[in-house]
């Protein structure tokens, strides 16, 4: 059960973080990590990033196998709309509001200034990097951006204070200066187009496919299906843009799913972003598990 649940724990992670911008690529004969990262990033060195993006390394090696699904990270670009802010832009590609600062500055804006309508945001990829026996703020710090002096950033991002990391701890990293060659950009395409979605899929489409699924989510939870419930609320949110109420919605279920599951942190994670979508954010004692109400009680 503690693998299965890790295994939750890194995809909700990924899929809440990414919102898509993540494709998938099979592993083919002969294939090693430095070859798939030159082709997909145009350098070699970027098997780093695969590595960390697959947890590879997490168990103390990288080797992979022909057939083997590896998830791709690259950045997504969002176009702005009336209604957006670098707060709730940053609440649903990097899975929390408080990151605005961090979003604006990478798309040379300031976080209190609203971006104008028609700005083509670009979002960066991220890596949920799961930490090995030694791992510190500056050892992750330094194997993504060469400088271990950054391990403040990667602290303040995940809000985490300067204390040793325990083995299998999960730390977001962004990677600003990440883009896909033309080769990776043709993959990323036809990966795509593999999957049935497409990069210009109209928001209505999302939301009325999305209105199918909550029923189902609400499904899961209530009938304590809640390995499913995760599945099903993180492939919801990474399908595209929602309305306001459907977040509430997903995220609603998923701190339920992740309170069953012990899955403290992303309880927490769940909590707030329903807060921030829900009109009326208030617990009824009677209705929700006082493990419920704890895990919103806490920041």
Known sequence: MRRVLMALVVVGILCAGRRGHAFTHIVKPGE????????????ARHETVLAGANALDAQGGSAIVAGMRLEIPAPAHHTVIAGDTWTTLALAWLGDGKRADLLSRLNHAVAWVEPPVGLEVEIPAIVAHIAAEGDTSATVASRYWGDPNRGWEINAFNGRAESPMRRGDIVLVWLADLTL????????????????????????DIQRRADAELPLLGDDVRQGRYVEAVARGNHVLGSGQLTRPQLAIVHRALLEAYVALDADALAIAACASWRANEPDPRLDPSLSSPKVRAACAKK
């Open 32 to 43: 090693t990590l430095a070859q798939i990262a030159a082709r997909m990033y145009g350098d």
């Open 181 to 204: 060659s033309d080769a990776g950009k043709g993959e990323a395409m036809a990966a795509m187009l593999r999957t049935g979605t497409q990069a210009d899929t109209g928001r209505l």
